[in-house]
């Protein structure tokens, strides 16, 4: 008797037509049975945001030959989270995995992208989960040198599966780029630095973009970015405990004074 | 020569008009100069969001007496964005509070929370920041068994500062609940199991509502949701650092093989 394929869900916040999720689908087809739900419209910086007050959309599309995709209205989590309770419901998927997302996810942008909020969303699931990223934001972004590392880092999960609680942040360097390996990195500390640019509308009322530049503070060697800099895929094992655990003991020495 | 009062930002993610905001702006104005920037709409379960494709508002308004208030038309990591950028720019806040929260923002919570993401972006920006919540989702929720504990814990912030890149995730117990105290804790493992409740339209084409309900699988007595389950006030110090740290050994074992 042969091993039954693993299930893989497949998610992004490029939306459903981006050419990321094509590359991605392609590579996970040779090591299982494919299954996509993906946005309708680009979703890129939401976070994770889930539709709570209004209704969502899904419905089955069919883009590519051989694959069952669906489309959804909602955000990138939201598309996780539609999969498990409305197509999976009875089995859950062996492996979820998001993107390749158009630009970079590393570092701080862990919390802003939906790329990787949909891969958090499968760990909290606990689905082994994956999100991939390209140092290119462009719609004609070129990832061929990247496809044979999206099958290797997809099959080692699903040999090893990964420690409790934890997820893979998987950023790639730019095709122009000669990549020189793989490095297991922490996320890098750093910050984007705002300047929105101030404009007026047809009706004289003034509004705002939002423009900015990311801010690498930490110049750390074992970080991520450090490692794309340097022409290495990151991977940085990622988790959704928030807690500070280092900063509990020193909490615990505050007094709080409640006469007011 | 007296010392100069501290500049507090109060932001939300119920909206500038959400009675949580008011109490927490009134307890703050004890402590400092109180800026206030806020969505102009509800927000809820907006996690990290930020709004690249689309430009934002920002508009002064004249809500309380004496305070400085603007409302955004963006999400609430936009407001501090915002807020740091085009309202303080040359001068940094020495406190960031949200909320208060209509509604627990416990566990995982945090991760879709528009409340804590606007505490977590505070932090990132480099301000002390704190992000409140009740276990009271109604509009008419009653805040006064919790000023006290408001005034006190920025107070404490303000005096002490916090660990770097640390913020604190602040909940308290319904009204109708004695507070038995503080206690410092880490955030609870759990999940949301989703029920997408299915409708149709009057065009006949189907959509859903997520539903829910909470699943606390981690019974730890050091967690939030214990604390809060037993009547006291939880602070969890939180970080925006994700890396699963303990994991990167083992994963520096792993061998990829890239011949495929």
Redesign the interface.
């Known amino acids: 008797m042969t091993k039954k394929k693993p299930t893989i869900l497949v998610v992004n916040d490029d939306g459903i037509t981006a050419p990321g999720i094509k590359v991605l689908l392609e590579e996970m087809q040779k090591l299982g049975n494919v299954v996509v739900v993906a946005p309708d419209a680009?979703q890129?910086?939401?976070?994770?945001?889930?539709?709570?007050?209004k209704?969502?959309?899904?419905d089955k599309v069919d883009i590519y030959k051989g694959v069952e995709m669906y489309k959804c209205s909602g955000?990138p989590?939201?598309c996780v989270?539609?999969a498990?309770?409305?197509i999976f419901s009875d089995i859950k998927p062996d492996l979820c995995v998001s993107g390749v997302n158009h630009g970079l996810n590393y570092s701080?942008n862990?919390?802003?992208s939906g790329t990787m909020?949909a891969a958090?969303e499968g760990a909290?699931?606990?689905i082994p989960s994956i999100g991939f990223s390209l140092d290119d934001f462009s719609h004609s972004a070129d990832f061929s040198h990247i496809?044979?590392?999206l099958?290797?880092?997809a099959s080692?999960v699903l040999q090893?599966g990964?420690?409790k609680?934890?997820l893979l942040n998987v950023n790639f360097p730019h095709i122009e780029k000669e990549i020189k390996g793989?490095k297991?990195?922490?996320?890098a500390?750093g910050?984007?630095v705002?300047?929105?640019e101030q404009?007026t509308d047809p009706y004289k009322?003034e509004?705002?973009?939002?423009t900015g530049r990311y801010e690498w503070v930490d110049r750390g060697e074992d970080t991520d970015v450090f490692a794309i800099n340097h022409g290495y895929v990151s991977?940085?094992?990622?988790?959704?405990?928030?807690?500070?655990?280092?900063?509990?003991q020193?909490?615990?020495s505050?007094s709080?004074?409640?006469t007011?």
Chains 1, 2 share one sequence.
């Not at 890129?44 to 007050?53: D, F, L, P």
Request: glycine share 4%.
């Open positions: 680009p890129s910086g939401m976070g994770h945001a889930i539709s709570i007050s209704p969502l959309r899904l955000t989590v939201d989270k539609l498990v309770d409305r701080i862990v919390l802003y909020s958090v909290i699931e606990g496809r044979s590392y099958f290797s880092i080692q090893n990964l420690p609680g934890t793989i297991i990195c922490r996320q500390n910050h984007w705002e300047e929105f404009r009322r509004y705002f973009w939002m991977i940085v094992p990622t988790q959704f405990d928030m807690t500070a655990h280092h900063a509990i020193e909490m615990n505050w709080f004074d409640l007011d």
